[in-house]
């Protein structure tokens, strides 16, 4: 089965994630700067940070997908997996904005990250054992330390954001800033899969020489 309808229906799928949780930002009913800190601040600090986990999940996916040629049913079970732990992202931003990083939803939202990046490692996984030994994704993705790295420091900060209360205090902030550190992390431009693509074709268009 080729990739493009399974790139199509997820790319679909975090469209309507990313207009959800938009929808959920709250107006404020002021027209000044306290108005817009006191009612909309939090909000909008929220939906940028899962915006930015959806960007990166919908960049990785894209690179991911441009390394396999095959598409099996336990990969498109994965991806609905992976897609399931997604589409939770407009609930748990929504209730930790409301809560103002009450201890429980933060806790939750934490969890909701945690869950979507091992998805992401089922869904890796299933597309490696179905290409075989010779996996162009395994060979791409190396030693994968970010993606060994990231469910450690959710952890942390899933630990962390259990330390807070009904109200923000320090270790509500320690853990929000484990959360932050993952996405800064994934920011950063990864070429492993550009550069495989690149010697892929490099090396089927260099000339045979006896």
């Given at each position: 089965?080729?990739?493009?309808?399974?790139?199509?229906?997820?790319?679909?799928?975090?469209?309507?994630?990313?207009?959800?949780?938009?929808?959920?930002?709250?107006?404020?009913?002021?027209?000044?700067?306290?108005?817009?800190?006191?009612?909309?601040?939090?909000?909008?600090?929220?939906?940028?940070?899962?915006?930015?986990?959806?960007?990166?999940?919908?960049?990785?996916?894209?690179?991911?997908?441009?390394?396999?040629?095959?598409?099996?049913?336990?990969?498109?079970?994965?991806?609905?997996?992976?897609?399931?732990?997604?589409?939770?992202?407009?609930?748990?931003?929504?209730?930790?904005?409301?809560?103002?990083?009450?201890?429980?939803?933060?806790?939750?939202?934490?969890?909701?990250?945690?869950?979507?990046?091992?998805?992401?490692?089922?869904?890796?996984?299933?597309?490696?054992?179905?290409?075989?030994?010779?996996?162009?994704?395994k060979r791409a993705i190396g030693r994968d330390a970010k993606g060994k790295l990231s469910p450690v420091l959710y952890i942390a900060g899933i630990c962390s954001a259990l330390g807070g209360g009904d109200h923000p205090n320090a270790w509500t902030y320690v853990g929000l800033a484990f959360f932050v550190a993952?996405?800064?992390?994934?920011?950063?431009?990864?070429?492993?899969?550009?550069?495989?693509?690149?010697?892929?074709?490099?090396?089927?268009?260099?000339?045979?020489?006896?």
């Open positions: 089965m080729p990739t493009g309808r399974l790139e199509a229906f997820s790319d679909g799928v975090l469209a309507i994630i990313i207009t959800i949780m938009v929808l959920e930002l709250k107006v404020p009913h002021g027209h000044d700067l306290h108005a817009f800190t006191s009612e909309a601040g939090t909000g909008l600090l929220t939906y940028l940070l899962s915006f930015v986990y959806i960007g990166i999940y919908w960049n990785n996916h894209h690179h991911m997908l441009h390394v396999t040629d095959r598409i099996t049913g336990g990969v498109l079970w994965a991806n609905l997996h992976l897609l399931f732990w997604l589409s939770l992202f407009p609930f748990t931003t929504a209730w930790t904005d409301q809560s103002d990083f009450a201890r429980t939803p933060l806790v939750f939202y934490g969890i909701n990250l945690c869950a979507a990046a091992i998805a992401y490692f089922v869904m890796q996984t299933a597309i490696i054992r179905a290409q075989g030994p010779d996996s162009a994704l993952v996405a800064v992390m994934w920011l950063v431009p990864d070429r492993r899969i550009e550069r495989s693509l690149s010697n892929a074709s490099a090396n089927t268009d260099a000339p045979v020489t006896d």
